[in-house]
């Protein structure tokens, strides 16, 4: 069966079990670190000049409009100099690069933490809100951006919504989906926030009284194997100018989370989702 058919036949399928329309994302592709990327190059954590020939590999061979690692890799690691100065070196001019940071209000080891080089571009490059506004305007010029991927889970496990804003120790940072569509959009937070709502377009985008919006999981998206992107495999009409996320699809290490319908998936597909509710607000 071609792939295309396949996937056709699978989405209905879905919907005749579930009931549930899916609609494939144009603005959001996935790329997974997955057991044939652990069969082919090692086991996983990797050194961090890993995830630096995949930025260069990436930017070099296609043109993202934003790439999001979804990997805490911010922390010291023994033994990581080469590999934290090569990822360092590989972040120059990078535009819109994200990294995914942790929301944990624990004292930091800063010992172990400033004995890795990755400090360097971590320090200073949270972009701090003034009552949930974020400058977005010389987000162009470059560099490495943290970013809060949290997710909220309802008395069952399940995942039910998402943060706008996350405040961390008196000071406001955008979450992940919201920075990202927001860059991917063009949108500036003036245009977004207005008077402590959150619009994208003309249309509001619904929250409780913290500040966390329900997540549409009714999409797919289209996935690639990490070695692929580093031989150049991938296509590009499915990278070219759209969202694209690192994150992990290994069943021996990684935390599955359920979704709707009892249904399991990855963390960076959810923040997929995530990402593409907010894309959805704004082109209705």
């Known amino acids: 069966m071609k792939p295309a058919l396949a996937f056709v036949s699978l989405a209905l399928l879905c919907v005749f079990i579930t009931g549930i329309a899916y609609a494939e994302s144009n603005d959001i592709t996935i790329v997974y ?4 990327t652990v069969a082919e190059i090692g086991p996983y954590p990797f050194s961090r000049d ?7 590999s990436i930017y070099s061979n296609y043109a993202p409009k934003c790439l999001y690692l979804n990997l805490l890799i911010s922390e010291h690691q023994e033994g990581s100099a080469h590999g934290d100065s090569k990822l360092i070196s ?3 001019g990078k535009p819109n690069l994200f990294f995914s940071a942790m929301t944990s209000n624990t004292a930091v080891d800063h010992d172990s933490y ?14 701090v809100t003034q009552g949930a506004l974020l400058p977005l305007a010389e987000i162009a010029q470059g560099g490495a951006f943290a970013s809060i991927s949290d997710v909220g889970l309802n008395r069952r496990g399940v995942v039910e919504g998402v943060p706008t804003v ?16 927001m860059v991917y959009l063009d949108i500036l937070p003036g245009q977004a926030f207005r008077n402590g709502t959150l619009y994208y377009g003309k249309h509001r985008v619904k929250t409780d009284s913290q500040g966390w ?19 150049n495999t991938a296509s590009k009409k499915d990278i070219d100018q759209r969202i694209v996320m690192l994150g992990l699809d290994l069943p021996a290490i990684e935390t599955y989370l359920e979704v709707d319908r009892k249904r ?8 997929a989702h995530a990402t593409q509710t907010l894309i959805g607000f704004y082109r209705r």
């Open 213 to 231: 919006y329900d997540i549409d999981f009714r999409h797919t998206f289209k996935s690639y194997s990490y070695q692929e992107i580093l031989a």
């Open 33 to 36: 670190i997955d057991d044939k």
């Open 264 to 271: 399991k998936t990855t963390g960076v597909e959810v923040i």
């Open 166 to 181: 996350v405040r961390i120790d008196g000071n406001n940072y955008l979450s992940t989906p919201l920075f990202l569509s």
């Open 50 to 56: 890993r995830y630096a020939d995949f930025i260069d």
């Open 114 to 127: 400033d004995a890795s080089l990755f400090n360097e571009i971590t320090s200073n490059r949270w972009w």
């Open 90 to 92: 590989s972040i120059a």
